[in-house]
């Protein structure tokens, strides 16, 4: 029976059906493995189910005597593993898209309507006992209806927030992708990023973290916004210069709502100061049946490794 390391404890569901086919460990943990804990891991199991925060960067990679076969990620994103390390050490890697599609769709929706309608603001107002009552210019927002959204990165998610903006909303979709990309909803492809942002009222990224995406989103184009218009990051925290971001929000120029932060769970402390910027705490897939589905998918493509056969959802194979 194979060695499998979950590195954290994930639903009780995909608990119970990888102690049913391998040998399990579970790391009983919220902080990530670091890259020296990384490293331990692949030399000691035939396989590993890990998340967002472990550090399979190069130098985990690195170690001698690699055991680890596959690393099923827990999550579409894979920037916390180094892919083209793991190729080159034999490791199999896969994550687990689909899936989250529609919960991540959820979220960017629910952050529009916050941001754009103050909701947060307005909820902190209550709580803190100092609403006055209604009166006809109290926390005025923007209307969300028939509003311009500009989508950064037309991928599943993207389509799915699209999907939601137009036949929900009746907002006109217009689209940054930087390969051409056709799409079964009424969008219009931007050429470029900064002609995105100028159009747009709203601004929502769904683009993978890591790689050439990193920083994409920096002064230059957080500049072309709009005064009022609202950015939204669902994608990866390192997608945005945070430090830009920061300082167009200071500016009151723009308003923001954010799941993710470059380095999570830190959130700078100047955002948290902010009244302009609705902040969740990465809740893109937090839905036990997603996080079900999530598992469930991972292990898959780790019993499917085990098995020979090709992984469903492999990012790399041999």
Known sequence: MKKLLLTRR???ATIAAAAARFNLTIEDRIDGLSAQDAAVALQSYDAILCTLGDTFNAEAFAAADI??????????GFNHIDLMAAQAAGVHVSNTPDVVTDA???IAMTLILMAS???SEGERL?????????HPTQMLGAHVTGKRLGIIGMGRIGQAVAKRAHFGFDMKVIYFNRSQKDVDVPARQVEDLHGLM????????TVPGGGANTAMIDAAALAQMDDGAVFVNVARGDVVDEGALIAELQSGRIRAGLDVYAQEPTVPAALKALDNVVLLPHLGTAALEVREAM????LHNIIA???????PQGLWTA
């Open 198 to 205: 100028n159009q747009a009222d709203v601004v929502v990224v």
């Open 117 to 119: 309608r103050r909701a």
């Open 67 to 76: 055991r680890c076969g596959m690393i099923g990620s827990f999550g579409v």
């Open 10 to 12: 994930f639903p009780e």
């Open 104 to 106: 991540t769709a959820d």
């Open 295 to 298: 598992g469930q998918m991972a």
């Open 126 to 134: 209550v709580r803190s006992g100092q609403w006055a009552g209604w």
């Open 305 to 311: 490794w085990e098995e020979g056969r090709p992984l």
